[in-house]
């Protein structure tokens, strides 16, 4: 893909998380990580960098570019909407359902939309 594709699809992600957090929170969550993941790999395709074939490079992309930028945060943000979204999708460290989980955790919930949002600030530019 190229980066205006992957611009498109972590719109599309980010609006689709927007119009299901209410009833569906667990996939809000989902759907804020794969938009951030987007927005990453935009920022990398704009700037040169080749697609991404496993997470693991980038995360590596992400913490190279907080530490160019000096914004630890962006790194926490992403870290922090993948975890959030391995508990949505496979129940990672939570004891009940992720449907009740994001119910009882809202506070989970609106998290993962702050966190995209800076992630889109930084990567989205």
């Known amino acids: 893909m190229d980066a205006r ?4 699809q972590a719109k599309s992600n980010e609006a689709a ?3 299901v957090k209410s009833r569906y929170p667990d996939w809000a969550v989902t759907m804020c990580f ?3 993941l987007h927005w990453v790999n935009y920022h990398a395709a704009k700037n040169g960098t080749t ?3 496993r997470h693991n490079q980038r995360r590596d992309y992400v913490k190279d570019f907080s530490a160019e930028t000096r914004n630890r945060n962006l790194q926490i943000a992403y870290e922090f909407l993948e975890k959030e979204s391995k508990k949505s999708r496979y129940g990672e460290d ?8 994001y119910g009882w955790h809202t506070e989970s919930l609106k998290a993962a939309f702050e966190k995209l949002e800076l992630v889109r600030q930084f990567f989205g530019s």
């Open 34 to 36: 794969y938009a951030a």
């Open 94 to 101: 939570v004891n009940v359902h992720p449907v009740s989980y």
């Open 5 to 8: 594709a992957y611009q498109e």
């Open 17 to 19: 998380a927007k119009v």
């Open 51 to 53: 697609s991404f074939t």
